[in-house]
């Protein structure tokens, strides 16, 4: 039954930019031509003003996330937290 789970991912913050992350595993997985991935690629590294805004919104999403998990002066994170949580019960 391993094959017929599915498991799906999206960056919503890069999503909004026309850009997206998502993997899928299962029996029903698309296969992503050369052409569109060189496209993304693109998109991401070249000079448009979409990466301008692909940027921006990374910076974002990498800080909720450091601060999700980080912890400074007694002040944890609500992932870190949850993970004690866990742990101690």
Known sequence: ???????NFQLPYVGKRGVSLELREGKNVEVIGHEHISE???TVMGKTEKRVGIRGEA???KEKLEN????VEGF?????KAVDEFLVT
């Open 1 to 7: 039954m391993a094959n017929e789970r599915r498991a």
């Open 40 to 42: 993304v690629i693109n």
């Open 59 to 61: 910076q974002i999403l």
């Open 68 to 71: 999700a998990i980080h912890e």
């Open 76 to 80: 944890k994170g609500s992932s870190a």
